[in-house]
């Protein structure tokens, strides 16, 4: 029986296997949910307010602001209760997953949380693990065991694992012990050592390296079962390392509603501050603080003077208020998550092969969709998808076009290339159909290969008639043209390795011959070929390149009988080796692959994304930088930027590059230095220096500069040795990649690509990322960013289940940002101004009537007005309009990226539109209250000669101010549905009706019937209505001022001019 | 409105269903509707100047004459006032305001005589107005309780706290309770023509019709429903502090007595600003041949009974005629004139400024 134990330092008291993503239980929902909500200043804020109407003797009751504030906290408890228990259920699943374990050599279904460190987990095809297990029994004879990793690093291919050499068979009988290091997140790092003790004999030691160590969230293939010991589990396995906390992310635009927050609330202490001075000084007149015609009640008069001082800043803060509603808060959010059903609504979102849409999974972020300025793309299932089709190849210098499926083979055959090639096309495709690694699948007649271009390979093969029939006890066979079956036997694999880049298969045919077929790339294969074949493939080769395909050249050689036996003793040898056996067998393998021939070259696409290169192309027009973060091979990186577009043929490359740095020669800290300085020099030092307004826009004139940068080398720039040069790294790599149109990031681990976004989110500017991918190695990169995207893509659903909005199609995202996020934008940043401006004049008013009533917090308006202002009157148009506006269409919007340019940098919600909407409320606000303060110097306005009291007074103002607010906002509304018709105009109606209803009953739960009347009587008073009409029609003439002012400017301009809302003239002059 | 709230929870619930929170709707394709797809034919008004232009003519010709017309409406309305608060040791009311005092039971008259210069034609409408007193404070604005005022027979007994410290006295129900009942004005006007034969003649003032209508039908209402008997009715509650006479003593005429008094109706309408006017009484329009008031010497008889001295307030009496729009407000028709005059400007700068630019304009495209 196996029991390894871990002898880490601390005592051996590991975790369980239970994957925890939710933040709430049952038990801390309430107090924890309280805490986190209260910690928002806004909402900290109310409960002061809420507490002092409690306490203090205020001008308003507790209930006008304990009851939203009430609401507000309910909903959004309910709201986040609901996600977390999504998580629960999310995380159940991952943790109720039945597992096989075996215990006391019994095999027992057990649920996946329960698995413990030492268990020993049966695992079969398919399979996900469970946990990061020590393979040490595959059903495989060769003691291997495939896996796909696509769910951690997006690498599709099959990586083979080892067993533990010399573990037993029999896992009965194996007593070990394994000791490894602490839990870390690199996924390719792992030491470790196991102890195997046999009956009485000194202790076997084994070592552990990545390659006996299956990770939890990789899958078994092509090996029916495995067995293997966990050694981390739960929250310590390499997976889950590899997450972050999902951590709330607040829109950008949440940061400046708090810093617009922040100024009012000064404006608020302020206005308290300067009411209670005011108050003061003019009661310190003799005769004023308490007149005989109204004393005060003697508490009033027991009150020590300081605490009362205090307590009337309190009731003035209560008073004013309302300049900070709550509404604003319930408004958002609404808009947020009513907005957001726009995104899953969208039939274009549709995809009809996974029969899904757009999954929307925080609606906090909507408009944080329009303000992108750097996108982090996955490559593989993102960019492209992840599907390999042979394309084209190349024998002899001639191309070969693979056209329609209908005319296969002639098509073949008759293409450009002379007849008597015959025996060349033959021998390539045999070539493609045997050198390679790839296995047969029986019942779907598939391939499985470690690299999905073998697999393309022998598919294409295929086509062209030769098939590839398998692999049996060391004999290949070939299906051939005629439909015979070729035999060959298969002397020797020369396995692929990223640094030779090639591969090679020694194969026996029938006839006796030897021979040796290698494909690799261009760069490792023309130099061991003769010449004089070279010249005329590597233009095909080249042209192949650039059109983003991945090329491969193949080449071959007879071996003579001498030349096999010097080869077959060389491997052997090095096979057997037991020091330095890679630098031995890779001797042999370059003395072997000398003096081939050249025979042709393929092509082969990684299919793109639909519209990849179209959306690339858009997001870039539209001013954001696109980095491609993969961990894939830089070469097939690269081409896939290429054929996006990211990368165009006059891009010049600036490597950084493991290759790179070894290419001098010298010291790989040296060398980075140089370079870095090197490109620097010449990505921003020596680009035409740009006004600070136009960075964004990239023009074709200027050189482009694309970079790329590989995992190894990013790590030495970030974490380099010396803490100075490290920063110093940081910054010069920042700057560079900053001038480039677009980088490239390959060979990435999924925190290092986190790593990067964070670098990026946090550097100067603070510009707000988006990333987008697939799989669970997006996952971190997707929870850093500002906004994560998750494709719908085939690795799985973690990345769309960690992500903020889901889409099936990288293609969706040109419109979710384009359209969705620029409208979203613009609707949140006119809904935030508007607030702040229609409170602003809604308190003005009443802040202004302090110094006629003896600074003694008299409301101007009724306590219903207070109350329903927000909530009734106003509310319903705004929202309807920060749903619904178009203020320039969705077609228009997609057609002209550039449009997406204007919101750039938060535009609308800078200090200077907050100025504007500042300096219209103050104009309005005094324009209301100094228009009705110089009707009333005569108060009696009615034409029986009767007068009206300060009821009368509050009500015309607020009339005044309700249609002036309601009919701005109309005024800005550039898309009039029914539905903002019905509601502007109802809301107007139901003002009306309100005040009618609410003056024409006495209530009886009313202390005071302040407004009895009130309302009628004032519309039966010339004066009055001829007060208001001219009000309104004063405050609103600015804003049609403005538009007159407005200059069109060109044809192109005025169309989407005359369709921006008044308001942002500024955005205009900036174009 | 409300209808249109519930219509947009309407959509919400449906939405919960369907939208990205419910697993089991996932695969459903999206319907194709043109809310859902933000499809929903749309007016997309576009302001340009050739909208606004004109709009600023019409505006400027429509306000122009309405404002000529407030104004001359205005400047029409004949106005007098004078100020009998007695600061000044000339002024005849000098001695009662120096010598007022609470307690005193002799009541304190002064005369101060006045000529109109020109005849009062329509009804004259008389106005009480006090400066410097802050009806609008909030204390004294909540200082009433208004059940008690709609005849609540409860409230009667027990006023609300509201009133403090004007809720009782003596331990006694004050009725009408409160700051804004104990203040009521009080003095007493009353005008006489001087003859040019030197006979004084009383102009009967009519003491009903100032205040509004409902507050005297519905929101005041006597306790004790249709009781005659208001000294009954009042039974057990104690006049103001600083009334003369208790509250069923106002008047004679059971209709314009307690609660309903008119005069104590108006007092109870606050004023919204520190300076106001109140509505005194109405002096009718006998015949159309002879003028409410004729041009000539009038005496005004002042009972002497409130005290503003102590806040640095003022008194003043007002004769005003009334027109549609109110009483005299130049504010209004010169406003109106104002924007109109300014509109219509602007109208002709923009309108020169876009022909200008227009023509520009268009150049600008032909040479592109």
Same mark, same amino acid.
């Given at each position: ?75 959004? !408890? ?18 109720? $997953? ?115 160590? &299956? ?7 092509? @090996? ?118 726009? *995104? ?13 849409? !757009? ?23 993102? &960019? ?52 390679? @690694? ?43 043209? +005629? ?25 026996? !045919? ?38 983003? $395909? ?38 042999? $393998?370059?003395?072997?692959? @000398? ?46 930027? $290429? ?6 043929? +006059? ?92 980088? &490239? ?16 989110? +946090? ?8 990333? *987008? ?66 409170? &602003?004049?809604? *308190? ?43 203020? *320039? ?127 009628? +009587? ?54 | ?57 019409? %505006?400027?010709? %429509? ?24 600061? =000044? ?18 009541? /304190?008259? /002064?005369? %101060?005589?006045?000529?109109? =210069? ?55 129900? #004050?009725?009408?309770?409160?700051? #804004? ?69 106002? =008047? ?81 028709? #010169?406003?109106? #004139? ?26 600008? =495209?032909?040479?592109?």
């Amino acid at each position: 029986r196996s029991c390894p134990a871990n002898e880490a330092f601390i005592p051996p008291k590991f975790c369980d296997n239970r994957i925890v993503s939710s933040k709430y239980t049952v038990w801390n929902f309430l107090p924890k949910n309280l805490f986190e909500q209260f910690r928002r200043i806004a909402n900290f804020y109310f409960l002061i307010i809420f507490l002092v109407q409690v306490i203090v003797d205020t001008p308003t009751s507790p209930v006008t602001s304990g009851l939203p504030l009430f609401f507000v906290i309910t909903v959004t !408890a309910i709201k986040q209760g609901y996600e977390d228990w999504l998580r629960h259920k999310a995380d159940n699943e991952v943790n109720k $997953y039945p597992v096989t374990v075996l215990e006391d050599g019994r095999r027992i279904r057990k649920e996946s949380e329960k698995i413990k460190v030492g268990d020993v987990v049966e695992v079969e095809e398919n399979e996900t693990f469970p946990c990061d297990l020590i393979l040490l029994q595959s059903s495989r004879d060769d003691d291997t065991c495939f896996v796909t990793t696509a769910s951690l690093d997006g690498e599709s291919n099959h990586k083979t694992h080892y067993t533990v050499p010399d573990t037993e068979k029999d896992l009965e009988s194996l007593n070990a012990t394994i000791e490894c290091e602490q839990p870390q997140p690199d996924l390719y790092k792992f030491v470790g050592r196991m102890h195997i003790y046999k009956n009485n004999q000194e202790p076997a030691v084994r070592s552990l390296g990545p390659e006996n160590l &299956l990770l939890k969230g990789a899958t078994l293939k092509n @090996t029916q079962k495995i067995c293997g010991v966990a050694v981390y589990t739960g929250m310590e396995t390499k997976m889950a390392l590899n997450y972050q906390g999902k951590s709330q992310k607040r829109s950008a635009v949440e940061k400046s509603i708090n810093a617009f927050l922040l100024v009012y609330l000064c404006i608020l202490v302020s206005k308290a501050l300067v009411c209670t001075t005011l108050k003061y000084v003019w009661q310190s007149k003799p005769g004023q603080d308490e007149p005989w015609y109204n004393e005060k009640t003697q508490r009033e008069k027991d009150t020590n003077l300081y605490l009362k001082m205090f307590t009337d800043f309190l009731s003035f803060m209560v008073l004013f208020n309302f300049i900070i509603p709550v509404s604003m808060y319930v408004t958002v959010e609404m808009q947020k998550f009513l907005g957001s059903f726009f *995104i899953t609504w969208d039939k274009d979102f549709f995809d009809p092969e996974i029969q899904e849409g !757009a999954l929307v999974n925080t609606s906090d972020l909507n408009e944080e969709l329009g303000q992108v300025e750097y996108v982090f793309t996955d490559k593989t299932g993102t &960019l492209t998808q992840n599907n390999m089709e042979f394309i084209e190849c190349c024998i002899d210098g001639f191309q070969y076009k693979y056209r329609d499926a209908s005319s296969e083979l002639d098509g073949f055959c008759v293409t450009d290339g002379p007849v008597y090639l015959d025996k060349w096309e033959e021998l390539f495709l045999r070539a493609l159909c045997l050198c390679h @690694t790839v296995q047969v699948k029986e019942p779907t007649e598939g391939f499985i290969a470690s690299s999905p271009d073998e697999v393309a390979l022998v598919k294409g093969a295929m086509r062209y008639g030769f098939t590839f029939l398998g692999l049996e006890s060391k004999t290949m066979k070939i299906l051939n043209r +005629n439909n015979d079956v070729e035999m060959y036997e298969l002397l020797h694999v020369l396995n692929f390795d990223p640094v030779r880049r090639r591969m090679s298969v020694i194969v026996r !045919a029938i006839s006796g011959d030897t021979l040796l077929f290698c494909k690799g790339a261009d760069s490792s294969i023309f130099p061991r070929v003769r010449q004089e074949e070279v010249e005329r493939i590597r233009m095909h080769v080249e042209r192949n390149a650039t059109e983003g $395909y991945r090329t491969l050249c193949v080449a071959y050689k007879y071996l003579s009988a001498e030349e096999y036996a010097q080869a077959d003793a060389g491997l052997r040898e090095a096979r057997l080796a037991l020091q330095d056996r890679e630098q031995k067998l890779m001797a042999v $393998y370059n003395q072997v692959e @000398t003096g081939m021939s050249l025979i042709g070259a393929t092509a082969v696409e990684d299919r793109l994304q639909e519209e990849a290169a179209e959306t690339m192309e858009a997001l870039q027009g539209a001013g954001m930088k696109v980095w491609v973060l993969t961990g894939d091979k830089m070469e097939t990186a690269k081409s896939t930027c $290429y054929a996006c577009r990211l990368f165009q043929r +006059n891009t010049e490359l600036l490597e950084l590059t493991v290759r790179t740095l070894e290419d001098g020669g010298r010291r790989r800290e040296e060398r980075l230095h140089e370079l870095l300085l090197e490109y620097h020099k010449k990505a921003v030092q020596d680009a035409p220096p740009v006004k600070a307004g136009v960075t964004r826009s990239w023009s074709l004139t200027n050189q482009d500069y694309g970079f790329i940068i590989d995992g190894a080398t990013l790590s030495m720039v970030l974490n380099s040795s010396t803490e100075s040069n490290s920063s110093r790294y940081k910054n010069l790599f920042l700057q560079i990649c900053q001038n480039c149109t677009a980088v &490239l990031c390959c060979r990435m681990a999924p925190l290092q690509k986190a790593q990067i976004v964070k670098m990026v989110k +946090n550097s100067k500017g603070c510009p707000i990322t988006l990333s *987008i991918g697939d799989g669970a190695n997006d996952v971190s990169m997707i929870l850093e960013a500002h906004v994560g995207i998750g494709i719908k893509g085939k690795e799985g659903r973690q990345a769309v289940r960690n992500s903020d909005y889901a889409i099936p199609k990288l293609k969706h995202l040109k419109k979710l940002l384009l359209a969705h996020g620029h409208l979203y934008y613009v609707r949140i940043a006119h809904l935030v101004q508007y607030f702040f401006y229609k409170n &602003l004049c809604f *308190i003005l008013p009443q802040f202004l009537y302090q110094f006629f009533c003896g600074y003694s917090q008299q409301p101007l308006y009724d306590a219903a007005y207070l109350t329903m202002y927000n909530i009734c009157f106003t509310s319903m148009p705004i929202l309807a309009y920060s749903l619904l506006e178009q203020h *320039i269409c969705m077609e228009v919007l997609l057609d002209n990226a550039t449009l997406y340019r204007e919101i750039a940098k938060n535009a609308m919600l800078r200090w200077g539109p907050f100025l504007y909407w500042t300096l219209l409320g103050v104009f309005h606000g005094l324009l209301f209250f100094f228009g009705v303060r110089y009707l009333f110097s005569n108060p009696a306005l009615q034409d029986n000669g009767q007068v009206f009291g300060n009821w009368s007074y509050g009500t015309i103002v607020f009339t005044v101010l309700v249609f002036t607010v309601t009919l701005k906002l109309a005024l800005d509304t550039r898309h009039w549905t029914w539905i903002n018709h019905f509601v502007i105009w109802g809301s107007l109606a139901f003002y009306v009706f309100f005040s009618f209803f609410w003056g024409g009953i006495i209530w009886p739960f009313l202390r005071q019937q302040r407004l009895y009347f009130v309302f009628a +009587n004032m519309l039966s008073s010339v004066s009055a209505w001829l007060v208001i009409i001219l009000l309104i029609l004063l405050s609103l003439l600015p804003e049609i001022l403005l538009v007159v002012f407005r200059k069109p400017r060109g044809p192109h301009s005025r169309q989407i001019a005359a369709v921006t809302p008044l308001s942002y003239k500024h955005l205009k002059e900036r174009q | 409105m409300m209808a249109s709230s519930y219509n947009a929870k309407d959509e919400d619930g449906h939405i919960t269903m369907s939208g990205p929170g419910g697993g089991t709707l996932r695969s459903k394709k999206p319907e194709n509707t043109a809310f859902k797809q933000q499809r929903l034919p749309a007016w997309q008004p576009i302001l340009t100047a050739g909208t606004v232009l004109p709009a600023f003519f019409i %505006i400027g010709l %429509i306000f122009i004459p309405i404002g000529i017309g407030l104004y001359v409406t205005s400047n029409n309305i004949k106005e007098f006032e004078i100020d009998y608060t007695g600061v =000044d040791m000339s002024s005849p009311c000098f001695n009662c305001s120096q010598n007022f005092s609470w307690n005193s039971t002799k009541p /304190c008259t /002064c005369t %101060i005589p006045f000529y109109l =210069d020109q005849p009062y034609e329509s009804n004259v409408f008389m106005y009480y107005g006090l400066s410097n007193f802050y009806q609008n404070h909030r204390r004294y604005v909540k200082s009433r309780d208004d059940s008690q005022l709609n005849g609540d027979m409860e409230s009667l007994t027990k006023p609300s706290k509201e009133c403090e410290p004007y809720a009782s006295h003596e331990n006694k129900p #004050i009725a009408p309770c409160g700051a #804004i009942a104990n203040s009521m004005f009080n003095d007493t006007l009353e005008l006489f023509y001087n003859d040019p034969n030197g006979t004084k003649i009383q102009i009967p003032l009519t003491t009903t019709g100032i205040a509004w209508w409902t507050d005297k039908h519905v929101k005041f209402r006597n306790p004790g429903g249709n009781n005659p008997n208001l000294t009954a009715v009042f039974q057990g509650t104690t006049k103001p502090v600083n009334w003369r006479k208790p509250v069923y003593e106002l =008047d004679a005429d059971p209709e314009n007595n307690g609660f309903i008094n008119e005069d104590f109706i108006v007092w109870m309408r606050t004023a919204a600003l520190p300076t106001f006017r109140k509505l005194y009484r109405i002096i009718q329009k006998k015949n159309n041949m002879v003028p409410t008031l004729p041009r000539g010497n009038y005496t005004l008889e002042v009972v002497y009974n409130y005290p503003v001295r102590s806040f640095e307030g003022r008194k003043r009496m007002i004769l005003s005629t009334i027109s549609w729009m109110g009483g005299k407000n130049p504010f209004l028709g #010169i406003a109106y #004139i104002t924007v109109g005059s300014v509109c219509f400007f602007l109208g002709v700068v923009l309108l020169i400024i876009h022909h200008k630019y227009g023509n520009r304009n268009n150049s600008a =495209d032909i040479s592109n």
